[in-house]
Nanobody, 120 residues
Framework: QVQLVESGGGLVQAGGSLRLSCAAS????????MGWFRQAPGKEREFVAV???????YYADSVKGRFTISRDNAKNTVYLQMNSLKPEDTAVYYC??????????????WGQGTQVTVSS
C-alpha cells in the first residue's frame, strides 16, 4: 500500500515557476513508476509526466521543455518542476503511483491533489 500527499501548489503569474512535491509512504515506493496528472475545471484528467523507477521520463507535448519530473527514492518523494507557466496550466495536479504509462487507469495509487493557478 502506498499513500501519496502532494504539496507546493499555489498562485503564480504567467512565466513564473512552481515546484510540486509528492511524498509517499510505504516501503515499495521505489518499485513504482510515478506520474503527474492534472485536471482543469470542466475537463478530463490529463497526463502530464511520468518517471520510472530507473528514472526514465516521458512528458506530454504540452509541457515538454517546461516541466521536469524527478524522484528521490531515499526520501520517497517525486517532484514536478514547472517553469514558464501559462494560464492554461491552471488545474488541480495529482501524483500517482503505478506503471510507466500515460493512461490514468495504469495507476493504482493517487494523491488528493494540489491546486495550481496561473494568472495572466
Amino acid at each position: 500500500q502506498v499513500q501519496l500527499v502532494e504539496s507546493g501548489g499555489g498562485l503564480v503569474q504567467a512565466g513564473g515557476s512552481l515546484r510540486l512535491s509528492c511524498a509517499a509512504s510505504g516501503r515499495t515506493f521505489s518499485s513504482y513508476a510515478m506520474g503527474w496528472f492534472r485536471q482543469a475545471p470542466g475537463k478530463e484528467r490529463e497526463f502530464v509526466a511520468v518517471i520510472s523507477w530507473t528514472t526514465s521520463t516521458y512528458y506530454a507535448d504540452s509541457v515538454k521543455g517546461r516541466f521536469t519530473i524527478s524522484r528521490d527514492n531515499a526520501k520517497n518523494t517525486v517532484y514536478l518542476q514547472m517553469n514558464s507557466l501559462k494560464p492554461e496550466d491552471t488545474a488541480v495536479y495529482y501524483c500517482a503511483g503505478g506503471r510507466f504509462f500515460t493512461k490514468s487507469n495504469a495507476y493504482d495509487y493517487w494523491g488528493q491533489g494540489t491546486q495550481v493557478t496561473v494568472s495572466s
